[in-house]
């Protein structure tokens, strides 16, 4: 059985910084894809940012862009999401997510992952 969990969240002032990480055990974890998401209470989850199993390719929110790095390491099984400039509005709860065999279409679409971190909550204010 695949588990994730997430470790890194915490409060940050606006413009700070915060690395999350997430470790995946119960599969080879290089075959996987791997991705961020966050969510608010009562909202859909949003993409934040993914990377490919194969070759590393990555994908962002538009809104992250620039900001946010995604980034694996295959020997620890686990994948990094460095957030850099946080702003208010990045506030909320980050799960990382993993699936095998996903195509490029649905790298942004939380249904089509099949495993789940527990979340971690990010809390960007002054």
């Known amino acids: 059985q695949v588990l994730l969990a997430e470790s890194g969240g915490g409060w940050v002032q606006p413009g700070g910084s915060l690395t999350l990480s997430c470790v995946h055990s119960?599969?080879?974890?290089?075959?996987?894809?791997v991705a961020w998401f966050r969510q608010v209470a009562g909202k859909e989850r949003e993409f934040v940012a993914a990377?490919?199993?194969?070759?590393?390719?990555?994908y962002y929110l538009d809104s992250v862009r620039g900001r946010f790095t995604i980034c694996r390491d295959n020997a620890k099984s686990t994948v990094y999401l460095q957030m850099n400039s946080l702003k208010p509005e990045d506030s909320d709860v980050y799960y990382c997510?993993?699936?095998?065999?996903?195509?490029?279409?649905?790298?942004?679409?939380?249904?089509?992952?099949?495993?789940w971190g527990q979340g971690t909550q990010v809390t960007v204010s002054s």
């Open positions: 997510a993993a699936d095998q065999g996903l195509r490029l279409s649905d790298v942004g679409r939380h249904r089509e992952y099949d495993y």
């Open positions: 119960g599969g080879t974890f290089r075959r996987y894809s």
């Open positions: 990377m490919r199993a194969n070759g590393g390719y990555t």
